[in-house]
């Protein structure tokens, strides 16, 4: 495949995944695929999609919005946010209502036309505070 149909093969999984059309997303995965998210031991296609819809049960909008998309290779390197509205709870913080914005990273390899690899990273952190589960630290500040 050209390195355009990787990025439109990539851009395609995130769409199908934003609009929760759960099979269209699992079509565009190898039957070997294989997810790396910090915090979770590695995901197939079907613990991937039991992941994902954690999120969309506490986001039902959660949209994701890329302002680089970079191929090369096999590799397509997404950057950009994700975001929606906390409307379900969430590793047991109950809805807030709250619009949030969280920047992400995500590296997918493909091969035959589908993902046999996801690495995505995000600001959880951030997700958090905005949530407001959690206070960051200020630098220089007393712990």
């Known amino acids: 495949m050209s390195l355009q149909?990787?990025?439109?093969?990539?851009?395609?999984?995130?769409?199908?995944?934003?609009?929760?059309?759960?099979?269209a997303m699992l079509?565009?995965?190898?039957?070997?695929?294989?997810?790396?998210?910090?915090g979770a031991p590695e995901l197939n296609a079907d613990t991937f999609h039991q992941f994902a819809t954690v999120f969309y049960s506490a986001f039902p909008d959660l949209r994701h919005e890329?302002?680089?998309?970079?191929?090369?290779?096999?590799d397509v390197v997404t950057h950009g946010t994700f975001g929606g509205t906390h409307r379900g709870e969430l590793q047991g913080i109950a809805p807030t209502g709250t619009r949030i914005s969280v920047p992400v990273v995500h590296i997918d390899r493909v091969e035959g036309g589908k993902i046999v690899e996801h690495h995505g990273v995000a600001n959880m952190l951030a997700l958090m505070e905005q949530l407001g589960a959690f206070t960051g630290v200020s630098p220089g500040s007393q712990v």
């Open 5 to 23: 149909e990787n990025k439109t093969l990539v851009l395609r999984f995130f769409a199908e995944m934003d609009r929760q059309n759960w099979q």
């Open 27 to 38: 079509d565009t995965l190898a039957p070997d695929f294989a997810a790396h998210v910090p």
């Open 66 to 74: 890329f302002t680089h998309v970079i191929a090369e290779g096999d």
